[in-house]
């Protein structure tokens, strides 16, 4: 049986770093992130978590289906970004929007309930997803 | 390039050749960052948040935070240097894959319905599946 086990250290961990961020193929990086924001508005949709409850109390505007269904779509608009192998214009805006939205969720929840750690986690990830989708447009 | 990928024939092959194939560095990376931060949650906390009030009675979140903090790192250590190894597998394939199972269902029992840590679970399970040890390809081929 071919052994698998390798290593490669020919390529500096900084190198490795920005090949990974910078050039590297973000298509399941985004494709799964969309999948998250679906599932995870669908589990508040149909069995009635408190995460939506707490939106509209964190946002200034919008009830828990507004925020539903920005969730959806905004999946939905990450799988197509997906498919269409990031165009530059969709890309550019996607990515805003995902910023924007997770930079206040990050900010609300921080100032709100700053216990909710994985929430803030979160919203972290989802702003470092929104900037490799900016990146993705820019580098077209 | 398809602008609009219309064709749902076009859209199933794309999705299931990324799903499949498609290169896990920059979600092992993602999965790194999240860990990182949750391990450091734990070792910080005073007041148990109530996310980990099941897994606390398990064993000690200090246990946990540990845990995270290996999976962490081994994540970080092979996206940086492309490793792929037996150890590598059980450190960040099973032990993460065990780890986000665990605090899913600890949120799932605690608040009655899932959250978004099940599809952290999902993910890091996918990404154990995906390791290249088992389906004997990896991200280079």
């Known amino acids: ?100 939205i997770w930079s206040w969720s990050a900010l609300a929840r921080m100032t709100a309930t700053a216990t909710y750690q994985t929430g803030n986690a979160t919203s972290l990830i989802y702003i470092l997803v929104g900037l490799l989708i900016i990146h993705r447009s820019a580098r077209r | 390039m398809k602008i609009l990928p219309c064709s749902p024939s076009y859209v199933y092959k794309r999705f299931k050749d990324i799903l499949v194939k498609g290169e896990t560095s920059s979600v092992r990376l993602f999965f790194a960052i999240i860990s990182m931060f949750t391990a450091i949650d734990m070792f910080s906390t005073e007041l148990i948040d109530h996310e980990y009030l099941v897994i606390s009675k398990l064993a000690d979140l200090r246990l946990w935070g540990t845990l995270f903090l290996v999976y962490s790192i081994a994540l970080m250590y092979g996206v940086l240097t492309r490793s792929y190894s037996n150890l590598l597998l059980l450190l960040e394939g099973v032990n993460g894959a065990a780890l986000w199972v665990a605090l899913a269902v600890s949120v799932t029992v605690i608040d009655g319905a899932p959250d978004g840590t ?14 290249p040890t088992h389906w004997e390809y990896d991200d280079e081929s």
Do not use: H
Request: charged residues 10%; aromatic residues 16%.
């Open chain 2, 118 to 131: 099940m599809g952290a679970a999902l993910v890091s399970m996918w990404l154990l599946i995906k390791y």
């Open chain 1, 1 to 100: 049986m071919e052994d698998k086990s390798r290593r490669r250290t020919d390529v500096p961990y900084l190198q490795q770093l920005s090949n990974t961020l910078v050039d590297g193929d973000a298509s399941l990086t985004v494709l799964l992130a969309g999948f998250g924001l679906i599932l995870w508005a669908g589990f508040g949709i149909f069995m009635f978590t408190g995460d939506l409850d707490a939106y509209p109390k964190m946002f200034p505007f919008g009830n828990g289906a507004f925020w539903a269904t920005n969730y959806i779509v905004c999946g939905i608009a990450m799988w197509w970004l997906v498919a269409a192998q990031f165009p530059p214009l969709g890309s550019l805006l996607v990515g805003s929007w995902v910023c924007i």
